[in-house]
């Protein structure tokens, strides 16, 4: 069976900032420190960590939503791509960021939620800070 989950941030950020930040490829690049590439076009392809992961823009609400296929080059062949769904909201002078990750191959779930934690949530936060 597929793993789903959903976790939320706080970013220190105005809600367009925040957006911006999530959907261009450079500014991704930026704060991650690892090549990515895309824009905010709905039906336009994204990567991020040098092609480990890649999917497609479905469906694009700026600034305050995103809806976009995701997989990386651990899911099994036979796997369809996983569903990112990225809710923006304004919370004072920051953004509160909710992340919905679904239909991720089964056992892999946990490992994404630590993931993205790590990889996203907390350079985004640092990145804000600065």
Excluded at 44 to 56: C, E, L, V
Excluded at 63 to 68: A, D, F, N, S
Excluded at 85 to 91: A, N, R
Excluded at 92 to 109: A, C, V, W
Aim: aromatic residues 14%; charged residues 30%; hydrophobic residues 30%.
């Amino acid at each position: 069976m597929p793993d789903n989950f959903e976790m939320s941030t706080i970013i220190p950020a105005r809600l367009d900032e925040v957006f911006s930040a999530w959907m261009d490829g450079k500014k991704v690049s930026d704060f991650t420190g690892s090549l990515a590439e895309g824009d905010a076009r709905p039906g336009s392809s994204f990567s991020a960590w040098d092609g480990y992961i890649t999917g497609t823009n479905l469906e694009i609400d700026p600034p305050h939503r995103i809806l976009q296929t995701w997989r990386t080059t651990e899911f099994p062949e036979t796997d369809p791509d996983s569903t990112l769904e990225l809710i923006f909201e304004p919370d004072g002078e920051s953004t509160l960021l909710k992340l919905r990750h679904s239909n991720i191959p089964d056992g892999q779930g946990n490992d994404y939620r630590d993931g993205w934690e790590e990889y996203y949530f907390s350079p985004l936060r640092e990145y804000f800070s600065r």
